[in-house]
């Protein structure tokens, strides 16, 4: 085993040891809200939005966009388990602005092999093939400017279909510098309650 596999471990068993009436919270968020945000490592929702846990859902992914999958989850966080606000949070200095659907796919087909990052050259890949062209039939769902992004996540949500319109949609983007939600005025306004 890893010493990463390891740490993980350990920490599971002294957090399950003082686990006591936490095996009693029910399946919906006691507080009615759901946050959909970005997978990356500088972001803790538990603090930055005040959770415990059983407070809320936290949808994470790679950017934090509003993909099939991050709606399909939004819909059962309301439909099934009676959340009534949906947070966007997307963030400062987010990878997903560095790079293009065909950078992605470049790289994927040179080589499966971790890539480096230069803010000078760019992505380069460092490893050696074999690679795949799978990668060209993802949408890699990357982008150039956070705000636009953030505008465009809360308006997809908000015109879904399987959305309903009493459910607010905030938009706001987490500077990783600061710690501070700023909120996107125009994804605001997209995404009230109708």
Not at 17 to 37: E, H, Y
Not at 132 to 161: C, M, Q, Y
Request: hydrophobic share 40%; with cysteine; proline share 5%.
């Amino acid at each position: 085993m890893s010493k990463v596999h390891n740490e993980v471990l350990a920490a599971n068993a002294a957090y399950a040891a003082g686990f006591g009436s936490l095996g009693d919270l029910g399946g919906p968020p006691a507080r009615k809200f759901s946050i959909l945000t970005c997978m990356d490592a500088r972001l803790d929702p538990a603090k930055f939005a005040g959770l415990r846990e059983g407070d809320a859902h936290v949808i994470r992914n790679a950017g934090g966009r509003a993909s099939d999958d991050a709606i399909r989850s939004l819909v059962i966080s309301y439909k099934l388990l009676g959340t009534r606000e949906w947070f966007v949070i997307q963030h400062t200095q987010c990878g997903m602005a560095t790079f293009t659907n065909e950078i992605m796919s470049d790289l994927l087909e040179s080589s499966l092999k971790t890539a480096s990052y230069d803010a000078t050259k760019g992505w380069q890949d460092a490893g050696e093939g074999p690679g795949s062209g799978a990668g060209r039939d993802i949408d890699w769902l990357t982008f150039s400017k956070v705000e636009e992004s953030v505008v465009d996540d809360v308006k997809r949500i908000r015109n879904h279909p399987l959305v309903p319109p009493e459910i607010p949609v905030y938009g706001y983007i987490y500077e990783v510098e600061t710690g501070r939600l700023v909120p996107v005025d125009e994804a605001m306004e997209a995404g009230q309650a109708g």
